[in-house]
C-alpha cells in the first residue's frame, strides 16, 4: 500500500487590513540574492502596507536590486561571509524603526491584518511573534504543503539573530525568557520548489553552513535537525536518516515544534526507505506525541506499510479528530482516504466508499469511489 500525499488546498486569497491614520511603527526586512522573480512577488504582496522595507543584496548579478530600488529607498549591500545572522543583523541596523518583521524573498504574503497586529504589538512589548508560513514542496509529482508557526517579529532593543545558518532570534541579554504571540500574518514560501538541479544547489549550500555549524556544536539537536531537514527534503532520504537518529540520542524538549518534526520526518524517511519494521520504533513515543496529528498520521502509515490495519485505521482517525497539523490534510482528508484504501484492500467497499466521500474533493478518493463502484 502506497501513500498518495495530500494534494494541497488553493492558497488563501490575499486580504490586506490597515489602519490609515495609525501607520505602523514596523520595518519589513528582506535578505536577497538573485531570486529577482520571486523578490519581486515579495515586494508587490508588501509594498501597500506602508511599513518601510529594507532589502538587503548579498551579492546578486541579477535584477534583484533594480527591482527592490523600484520599491524602497532603503536598498543596501553586504558582503557575503557565510553567515545568515550577520546579514540580518546588518539588515535590522538599518532599519529606521524598533519593531522589526522579517521575510525571505522566497515568502509571500497572502494575508497581514494590520491593526490586530499593531495592538499585539503594544500589549506584549517584549514577545516575540510567529508568522505563519505555508511551505510549498514536490512529493510523488504532486504538491504538498506544511504550515508552521515560525518566529519573525521582535524588537530590535531586545533581539537579534544568532547561528549561521537556520538562524534563531535569541535575546540580547541571556537571562531573559521570552514569550510569543501568533501575529495575523500568512505567507507562502516556494523555497523547496523549483527543479531538482534549484533544490540541489540549495541544499548543498545550506549543508555546507549547517555542516560547519555541527563542527562548532556536535550536540546540538536542532542543527542534527536541520541536517536532515535538509536532507529529506532534497529527497535524500538515507543521509537523512543518521542525523535524525543523533538528535533523538539527546535530551529533547517535546513542547518545541522542531522536536516533533524530527520525530516526524524520521518516520517519513523510514517509510520512503522500505525500513517499514523498524519504524515501529516509534510506538515507544506515543504518549508523549498523541496530541500530534502529524505524528498520528505517520504512525498509521507505519503501521499500513506493516499490515497492521486495524492499527492504521485507528491512528488515522484520531488524527482527524484533532484541530490542527503541519502537513495539510493529515487531519482531514488524507487521514479518510488512507481509511478508505485500507477498506477497499480488504474488500469492505461500502464502507471504502464512505470514507473516501469525507476526503471531500481530494481527487484520489474521488478515483477511489469510481473504483468502488465499478461492478
Keep these: 500500500l502506497c501513500l498518495t500525499p495530500p494534494a494541497i488546498p488553493s492558497i488563501m486569497k490575499l486580504s490586506f487590513k490597515r489602519s490609515v491614520q495609525n501607520m505602523p511603527n514596523l520595518s519589513i526586512c528582506i535578505i536577497t540574492k538573485n531570486e529577482c522573480d520571486n523578490l519581486k512577488i515579495c515586494l508587490e504582496r508588501i509594498k501597500a502596507l506602508?511599513?518601510?522595507?529594507?532589502?538587503?543584496?548579498?551579492?546578486?548579478?541579477?535584477?534583484?536590486?533594480?527591482?527592490?530600488?523600484?520599491?524602497?529607498?532603503?536598498?543596501?549591500?553586504?558582503?557575503?561571509?557565510?553567515?545568515?545572522?550577520?546579514?540580518?543583523?546588518?539588515?535590522i541596523q538599518k532599519a529606521a524603526n524598533d519593531w522589526i518583521l522579517f521575510l525571505d524573498s522566497d515568502e509571500f504574503v497572502d494575508?497581514?491584518?494590520?491593526?490586530?497586529?499593531?495592538?499585539?504589538?503594544?500589549?506584549?512589548?517584549?514577545?516575540?511573534?510567529?508568522?505563519?508560513?505555508?511551505?510549498?514542496?514536490?512529493?510523488?509529482?504532486?504538491?504538498?504543503s506544511s504550515t508552521e508557526p515560525i518566529a519573525r517579529l521582535f524588537s530590535r532593543k531586545l533581539y537579534?539573530?544568532?547561528?549561521?545558518?537556520?538562524?534563531?532570534?535569541?535575546?540580547?541579554?541571556?537571562?531573559?525568557?521570552?514569550?510569543?504571540?501568533d501575529a495575523p500574518v500568512y505567507v507562502t514560501h516556494v523555497g523547496y520548489q523549483g527543479n531538482e538541479a534549484y533544490r540541489t544547489e540549495?541544499?548543498?549550500?545550506?549543508?555546507?553552513l549547517l555542516l560547519q555549524e555541527l563542527e562548532a556544536q556536535p550536540d546540538d539537536p536542532y542543527t542534527l535537525y536541520q541536517i536532515g531537514n535538509s536532507y529529506f527534503y532534497s529527497k535524500q532520504y538515507e543521509q537523512a536518516i543518521p542525523y535524525f537518529e543523533r538528535a533523538m540520542e539527546l535530551p529533547l524538549d517535546t513542547r518545541l515544534s522542531y522536536v516533533h518534526s524530527i520525530i516526524n520526518l524520521y518516520g517519513y524517511c523510514l517509510i520512503n526507505t522500505k525500513q517499514f519494521a523498524d519504524a515501529l520504533m516509534l510506538e515507544?513515543?506515543?504518549?508523549?506525541?498523541?496530541?500530534?496529528?502529524?505524528?498520528?498520521?505517520?504512525?498509521?502509515?507505519i503501521y499500513m506499510n506493516n499490515a497492521q490495519?486495524?492499527?492504521?485505521?485507528?491512528?488515522?482517525?484520531?488524527?482527524?479528530?484533532?484541530?490542527?497539523?503541519?502537513?495539510?490534510?493529515?487531519?482531514?482528508?488524507?487521514?479518510?482516504?488512507?481509511?478508505?484504501?485500507?477498506?477497499e484492500c480488504l474488500g469492505d467497499k461500502t464502507n471504502a466508499i464512505?470514507?473516501?466521500e469525507k476526503a471531500g474533493d481530494y481527487a484520489p478518493a474521488r478515483a477511489g469511489i469510481e473504483r468502488c463502484k465499478q461492478v
Design 111 to 144: 494575508a497581514f491584518d494590520m491593526p490586530k497586529l499593531l495592538e499585539q504589538l503594544q500589549a506584549m512589548p517584549a514577545s516575540i511573534g510567529h508568522i505563519h508560513i505555508k511551505s510549498l514542496y514536490e512529493n510523488n509529482g504532486q504538491t504538498m
Design 202 to 208: 540549495k541544499a548543498n549550500r545550506n549543508l555546507k
Design 354 to 356: 464512505s470514507y473516501y
Design 309 to 343: 490495519f486495524s492499527k492504521a485505521i485507528e491512528n488515522f482517525l484520531s488524527a482527524t479528530k484533532l484541530p490542527s497539523s503541519v502537513v495539510d490534510g493529515v487531519n482531514s482528508y488524507s487521514a479518510f482516504y488512507n481509511v478508505g484504501v485500507i477498506l
Design 160 to 181: 537579534h539573530f544568532e547561528g549561521r545558518i537556520h538562524e534563531q532570534i535569541v535575546p540580547l541579554d541571556a537571562s531573559t525568557e521570552p514569550d510569543y504571540f
Design 50 to 91: 506602508g511599513c518601510e522595507i529594507v532589502v538587503v543584496d548579498t551579492g546578486s548579478s541579477d535584477n534583484s536590486k533594480k527591482i527592490a530600488s523600484a520599491v524602497t529607498p532603503c536598498v543596501y549591500d553586504f558582503v557575503w561571509c557565510d553567515d545568515f545572522s550577520a546579514a540580518r543583523n546588518f539588515a
Design 284 to 301: 515507544a513515543v506515543y504518549d508523549d506525541f498523541k496530541g500530534d496529528a502529524d505524528y498520528l498520521f505517520v504512525l498509521g502509515l
